[in-house]
């Protein structure tokens, strides 16, 4: 019996055979791209990540809240600043141009601050009123001795001067600490110079780092304060040209109890000259002779007079110092039961108040006897 083939399984068998051979060759192809030196490298798999709890991106290190230093680590950090130039340059003479009662209220202004910031330590006194000064002369600050140093106290962060705001202003000065601060206001207020801090207008104590230090130039130390001048033009002497207007200085109510004596414009010359700044004696014991005389430099600026004096007559509660030129009296300056003043030989020295010239005659004699 012959047996003969089914036409549909036939067809089946065939079409199968065909698709296992595609299959098989598609399989050798792809194989062989895997393998080629030519084939692209993989995709990388995505990183899985939860954002709902991964760390925060740190922020950069000048961004982060800093912790003030210590003391003894601000110290140490403003040892390592060091000074750009020993010898700076030092500040022209300053003249004070307003009248008579403008001149009292800012040397009371200048004096009270000078207290404040540096304790009765005329060295200190000096550079604070140097500061001052710089400032008056500078366009970024007020262009009046007061303004300057009450500038911010109407706001508890603003301040300049930190006794403006600070509560000090309550803590009257010792008499003789008020004594003694009056006359370095005053000398400045005529010319004196204080050249270590040179053209500083910023300064601060060693016990902190303020934001604004790095961006300045230091240069010098007094006591506990360094003191720093702007980089650039705006710490140049071309910058502090501007003089000042010869206005009214303003009147800052915080100073009428704050000198702890009458108000500027109630202190007149009295009979011969001294003007009564305290109201009782200094009770401070002769630590020097009374009457000390000096060679007066004529080119010298005219309140580095009554600095000399000032300081040769240190703590005396009575004193009486004569600047002369060969044997004339070119300046002189007296102090006496509590009372000073300091006067001038106006044939010589040009002055812009009259009650600082030398009187004549009788007068300029009882003045030398004075002791």
Aim: net charge positive.
């Amino acid at each position: 019996m012959t047996s003969s083939a089914i036409p549909g399984k036939a067809t089946q068998n065939g079409s199968l055979a065909w698709r296992m051979a595609i299959a098989a060759a598609l399989a050798i192809a792809i194989l062989a791209i895997a393998r080629s030196p030519f084939s692209p490298a993989p995709m990388p798999r995505p990183a899985i990540t939860n954002a709902a709890v991964s760390a925060p991106r740190p922020l950069p290190p000048d961004a982060r809240p800093q912790p003030a230093p210590s003391a003894e680590d601000a110290r140490t950090s403003n040892d390592r600043l060091p000074i750009a130039d020993p010898t700076p340059l030092a500040a022209r003479p300053f003249t004070f141009a307003g009248d008579d009662e403008s001149r009292l209220r800012a040397r009371d202004c200048l004096a009270v601050a000078a207290f404040h910031e540096a304790g009765d330590d005329p060295a200190g006194e000096r550079a604070v009123v140097q500061v001052v000064l710089n400032r008056v002369r500078h366009p970024a600050f007020p262009d009046s001795v007061c303004a300057v140093v009450f500038q911010g106290s109407e706001r508890k962060t603003g301040c300049q001067f930190t006794f403006t705001c600070d509560g000090a202003l309550g803590r009257i000065p010792p008499p003789a600490a008020l004594v003694r601060a009056r006359a370095i206001a005053q000398a400045a207020l005529t010319g004196a110079v204080e050249p270590h801090v040179g053209l500083a207008t910023h300064y601060h104590a060693d016990y902190v780092v303020p934001r604004w230090r790095d961006g300045m130039v230091k240069l010098a130390r007094q006591g506990v304060h360094l003191f720093y001048r702007w980089p650039g033009y705006w710490g140049s002497p071309a910058a502090m040209r501007r003089t000042p207007p010869a206005t009214i200085e303003p009147r800052i109510p915080a100073m009428a109890a704050a000198s702890g004596s009458p108000a500027p414009a109630a202190e007149r010359p009295a009979d011969i000259g001294l003007l009564p700044a305290l109201a009782r004696p200094l009770p401070l014991p002769l630590a020097i002779p009374a009457a000390l005389d000096f060679v007066l430099d004529p080119q010298a600026a005219t309140g580095t007079f009554a600095l000399k004096a000032l300081s040769l007559c240190g703590r005396s509660a009575d004193c009486r110092v004569a600047g002369r030129i060969a044997q004339d009296v070119g300046f002189l300056y007296v102090r006496r039961g509590g009372s000073e003043g300091a006067y001038w030989d106006c044939a010589r020295f040009q002055r812009a108040d009259q009650a600082q010239c030398l009187p004549e005659g009788p007068a300029l004699q009882r003045l030398l006897a004075a002791s």
